[in-house]
């Protein structure tokens, strides 16, 4: 069961410009987070009182009068699709506001005891790291409140990673997949002590993101949107572009 026009709102955050995205059943208000890496208060101030610089891209109200008709939005939980630095170093700022739990899938539990030290190698100052509440487990569809995501476990960038699908009733449905899959590339699989294997990669990819209708729409961590379709079709490291031997064909990871 899918939702109606969902209000999506992408906020670019951080010194990797990391898509941090905030969805919202407009129906109801029930919001959640996905992979709340940086900028808490901004993406905060936003939420709660359409104040400060708002989102970089979205579907819904730009200003507080446009959504004067809409439910008040109350967050509901944070889900992050794996956990590295720039997508999980502030969920403790924004867990500790809302008050609401944290999924995140087991096997990136110990990447993300590593978040801090991550940061460092940036400059960055991060807060202690955060410790799931509740595990993510592949194949379930998990209710938070009115709405509904699929879990697609897709190892290969990181152990623990996910895509996390949304269904939509009245149009493409559309998936958040970390940095799996980008516009044209995929996750790099050579970055320190996240278990990061091509080959693995690529099976994720083929078996778990494009199964889904073609013209799903693709969120990904970094870069512009695209859709399932267009990936399959052109992307030269997974998709057909990359010949008969498939993604065994090209380069490792970009």
Same mark, same amino acid.
């Given at each position: 069961?899918?939702? $109606?026009?969902?209000?999506?709102?992408?906020?670019?955050?951080?010194?990797?410009?990391?898509? =941090?995205?905030?969805?919202?059943?407009?129906?109801?208000?029930?919001?959640?987070?996905?992979?709340?890496?940086?900028? &808490?208060?901004?993406?905060i101030?936003?939420?709660?009182?359409? $104040?400060?610089?708002g &989102?970089?891209?979205?579907?819904?109200?730009?200003?507080?009068?446009?959504?004067?008709?809409?439910?008040?939005?109350?967050?509901? *939980?944070?889900?992050?699709?794996?956990?590295?630095?720039?997508?999980?170093?502030?969920?403790?700022?924004?867990?500790?506001?809302? +008050?609401?739990?944290?999924?995140?899938?087991?096997?990136?539990?110990?990447?993300?005891?590593?978040?801090?030290?991550? +940061?460092?190698?940036?400059?960055?100052?991060?807060?202690?790291?955060?410790?799931?509440? $509740?595990a993510?487990?592949?194949?379930? %569809?998990?209710?938070?409140?009115?709405? $509904?995501?699929s879990?697609?476990?897709? &190892?290969?960038? %990181?152990?623990?990673? =996910? =895509?996390?699908?949304?269904?939509?009733?009245?149009?493409?449905?559309?998936?958040?997949?970390?940095?799996?899959?980008?516009? +044209?590339?995929?996750?790099?699989?050579?970055? *320190?002590?996240?278990?990061?294997?091509?080959?693995?990669?690529a099976?994720?990819?083929?078996?778990?993101?494009?199964?889904?209708?073609?013209? %799903?729409?693709?969120?990904? +961590?970094?870069? &512009?949107? %695209?859709?399932?379709?267009?990936?399959?079709?052109?992307?030269?490291?997974?998709?057909?572009?990359?010949?008969?031997?498939?993604?065994?064909?090209?380069?490792?990871?970009?």
């Open positions: 069961m899918g939702i $109606e026009q969902p209000w999506i709102e992408h906020f670019f955050v951080g010194p990797l410009q990391m898509r =941090c995205s905030v969805v919202t059943d407009r129906h109801t208000g029930d919001t959640i987070i996905v992979d709340g890496g940086d900028e &808490p208060e901004r993406i101030s936003w939420i709660e009182r359409f $104040e400060g610089r &989102p970089d891209w979205t579907t819904g109200p730009q200003t507080k009068e446009e959504a004067a008709n809409l439910p008040e939005r109350h967050v509901v *939980a944070l889900v992050n699709t794996h956990a590295h630095f720039d997508h999980s170093g502030f969920i403790p700022a924004l867990r500790a506001h809302f +008050g609401v739990p944290w999924y995140l899938h087991p096997d990136d539990n110990y990447l993300q005891t590593l978040a801090q030290a991550s +940061g460092r190698r940036y400059g960055l100052t991060l807060p202690e790291p955060a410790v799931a509440d $509740e993510f487990e592949a194949t379930r %569809t998990y209710a938070f409140g009115s709405l $509904e995501l879990v697609l476990h897709t &190892p290969g960038h %990181t152990l623990g990673g =996910c =895509c996390l699908l949304l269904g939509v009733d009245d149009g493409p449905d559309h998936v958040f997949v970390g940095d799996t899959l980008f516009a +044209g590339s995929v996750g790099r699989t050579d970055i *320190a002590d996240s278990g990061g294997d091509f080959d693995l990669l099976q994720s990819i083929h078996t778990q993101l494009w199964p889904l209708d073609e013209d %799903t729409v693709v969120h990904p +961590g970094h870069g &512009p949107l %695209t859709t399932i379709g267009h990936e399959r079709r052109t992307n030269p490291f997974v998709g057909d572009a990359a010949g008969p031997g498939g993604s065994f064909g090209f380069g490792k990871y970009a």
